[in-house]
Structures are given as structure tokens and as C-alpha cells.
């Protein structure tokens, strides 16, 4: 059994290094503190394992050949990110408001010096929704990563072997980019830092959404 594993490695990590809605979801609650990062990098990496099961099995193969399916699957993503970058951005709004409401006009600010809570199961929930119903990943698994398999060899091994092989290395990505974060937020202004940022990732959230509700799958 020959796996072109150089260029399925390569290939993969070009699709991550290719900023979407994962990227945008992990680095937003990277922003809120370390444990929601990776939990929510850990949610968007258990979305790609029930793809990984789904192309496994033959399903995707399927999902991709109804124009019914995918188009619901697409929407319902689409409406996912809109509600998601909704969110962030009046929670951000929000909290600003509470904030300076909590300050006179002479106090420093300490808000950002330390990790803001959030729940680490919304933060995975939040990866792995994001995931799910990201119809691209659907594609990947059923249409590309087959392209780098042994026809001659059984399949399914091979699949999974590929798909788990994505996941690690996804694993190892989201660490470094998690880190990255922190540090981010972290050095001089924390708390202007993680506001820019979760607004950012909230309007790029709403724009990723729009787009996939207007593009084609």
C-alpha cells in the first residue's frame, strides 16, 4: 500500500494556514483565555473527526452528489457564523458598557490584565458547530483527501489513517496559534487588544457567514 502522504501533508497544511471560520472561532476565545482556546480547538478538531466517520463510511460521498442536502447544510452554517459573530460583537459591545459604567473618568483601566471567564464547554461546542456545519470540510474529506489513497489497496484504512493523520496535525497547529494569541494579547494593552480582537473576529465572522450563504458549494 503506497499513501501519498507528502502531498496530502502538504495540502493540509496549506488548508489551515488559510484563515477560516475555525481559525476566527479559536482565536477569538484564545482572546477570552488559554483553556477556552483549546478547548475550542479541541470542539473544531471533534467536528473534523465526525466528517472524518461520515467519508468513512461512504455518507459524504452522498451529501455531495444531493444539491438538496448540502444547500441546507450550507445554510445552516451560514446562519451559525452570522449568529456567532452576532454575539461576539454585543457581548464586546456589552462589556465596554459595564466597564466604563464601573469606572470614573480618572481610574485606569484594569480590565484585560486577567482572563476573562467563559464557559470551556460553549468554547467547544462553539469549534465543533463551526465545524459540522462547514460544508468545505465535508468536501475535503469525500472529495480531495481520496485523491491521495492507493486505489489498488483497501480504502477505508487508508482514509482513516489520512483523516487522523489531518487531526494531528491540526492539534499541533491550534497549540502554536493559541500561544501565538495569548502573547498577543498579553503584551502592551491587553485589554485594547482583546477588544479589537473580538471585534474583528465578530464582523469577520458575520462577513465569513454572508459569503456562505451567497457562495456555491
Known amino acids: 500500500m503506497t499513501i501519498n502522504l507528502a502531498g496530502f501533508i502538504a495540502v493540509v497544511a496549506i488548508a489551515y494556514l488559510v484563515p477560516g471560520p475555525d481559525f476566527l472561532i479559536v482565536t477569538r476565545y484564545s482572546a477570552r483565555n488559554t483553556a477556552a482556546g483549546r478547548a475550542s480547538a479541541l470542539g473544531a478538531q471533534a467536528g473534523l473527526c465526525v466528517h ?3 467519508a468513512a463510511s461512504g455518507l459524504s460521498a452522498l451529501l455531495i452528489h444531493s444539491s438538496y442536502a448540502l444547500a441546507v447544510v450550507k445554510l445552516l452554517g451560514a446562519a451559525y457564523l452570522i ?8 457581548r464586546s459591545l ?6 466604563d459604567n464601573r469606572q470614573g473618568p480618572d481610574t485606569p ?10 464557559s470551556v464547554g460553549s468554547a467547544f461546542r462553539a469549534g465543533c458547530m463551526t465545524n459540522l456545519l462547514n460544508p468545505k470540510a465535508m468536501l475535503f ?10 486505489p489498488s ?11 487522523l493523520l489531518d487531526i494531528v496535525l ?19 494593552s491587553a485589554a485594547h487588544h482583546r477588544e479589537w480582537w473580538e471585534r ?18
Do not use: H
Request: with cysteine; hydrophobic share 55%; net charge positive.
Open 52 to 54: 472524518m466517520l461520515v
Open 83 to 90: 449568529w456567532l459573530g452576532s454575539t461576539t460583537l454585543w
Open 94 to 99: 456589552r462589556e465596554r458598557r459595564r466597564t
Open 109 to 118: 483601566s484594569e480590565r484585560g490584565n486577567e482572563a476573562i471567564a467563559v
Open 141 to 150: 474529506f469525500a472529495s480531495v483527501l481520496p485523491q491521495f489513497v492507493d
Open 153 to 163: 489497496a483497501p480504502i477505508l484504512p487508508q482514509v482513516l489513517l489520512l483523516a
Open 170 to 188: 491540526g492539534v499541533a497547529y491550534w497549540l502554536v496559534v493559541i500561544g501565538m494569541a495569548r502573547k498577543l494579547i498579553r503584551s502592551g
Open 200 to 217: 474583528t473576529c465578530g464582523a469577520a465572522l458575520v462577513a465569513a457567514g454572508a459569503a456562505l450563504a451567497r457562495a456555491g458549494v
